[in-house]
């Protein structure tokens, strides 16, 4: 057991996790309630690391990152260090490709929120972000969980975005997911395995979580 890729696996997922939630809830709260005609425009954006191969994303995402590509330039402007094969390059292509997984059930649990009781909330002069605050975010709450659950799995098993942004540096950009591949290729069953099995009991165990609360709150059969 590769534990010290599983530690960066966790580490990646939980920022992951806590940025797109960040940049996730804003995005699914417009797409929920503007009326803007080109809205699918944004929609499609947002859902398109959803059916790109992980290796084709990868790869934009890599020239995008890289010297002479515009984000790439732009942070060794201000940091004075290339992206591509890092821990930051990793997680900004963790999120993007992680993003519909947080943004969709995002949007679903807002959008199934009664516009009456946030247009009630306007019209007697509470403003649109105490109305999300106190309003639309607490009924929200079980998508929004599901969203922060499903983009911490789906990034904790990423392997071809990370492979092709990352490569395979141990303690940098080695995942767990990747050290289960070099298992795989080294023919060492035992150790991969062994892996496989603690991320599925990990997997088990946070859906367990997730519909026991969903059942506390009265939201499952």
């Known amino acids: 057991m590769d534990w010290q890729a599983f530690w960066?696996?966790?580490?990646l997922s939980l920022l992951t996790?806590?940025?797109?939630?960040v940049i996730g809830l804003p995005l699914a709260w417009?797409?929920?309630?503007?009326?803007?005609?080109?809205?699918?425009?944004?929609?499609?954006?947002?859902?398109?690391?959803?059916i790109l191969p992980p290796t084709v994303l990868g790869?934009?995402?890599?020239?995008?990152?890289?010297?002479?590509?515009?984000?790439?330039?732009i942070w060794n402007d201000l940091f004075g260090s290339a992206l591509p094969?890092?821990?930051?390059?990793?997680?900004?292509?963790?999120i993007l490709y992680s993003l519909p997984f947080a943004v969709q059930p995002f949007t679903a649990a807002i959008a199934s929120v009664d516009r009456n009781l946030m247009e009630s909330a306007w019209c007697s002069g509470v403003g649109r972000l105490q109305t999300f605050?106190?309003?639309?975010?607490p009924l929200a709450t079980p998508g929004v969980i599901a969203g922060i659950v499903l983009s911490f799995a789906h990034t904790l098993g990423e392997f071809g975005v990370v492979m092709m942004v990352g490569g395979n540096l141990p303690g940098q950009t080695r995942t767990i997911s990747i050290?289960?591949?070099?298992?795989?290729?080294?023919m060492d069953y035992s150790a991969a395995g062994q892996t496989s099995l603690i991320l599925?009991?990990?997997s088990f165990v946070i859906l367990l979580g997730v519909y026991g609360l969903q059942r506390k709150l009265g939201l499952g059969r």
């Open 59 to 73: 790869f934009y995402i890599l020239m995008a990152i890289g010297p002479q590509g515009t984000l790439g330039s």
């Open 17 to 21: 996790s806590l940025i797109l939630v």
């Open 85 to 94: 094969f890092t821990f930051h390059g990793v997680l900004i292509a963790s």
């Open 179 to 186: 050290a289960i591949y070099d298992n795989v290729q080294a």
């Open 200 to 202: 599925l009991a990990i």
């Open 8 to 11: 960066l696996s966790v580490r």
């Open 30 to 50: 417009w797409l929920s309630v503007t009326r803007i005609r080109w809205k699918f425009l944004i929609e499609a954006v947002v859902a398109l690391p959803l």
């Open 133 to 137: 605050l106190r309003i639309t975010l």
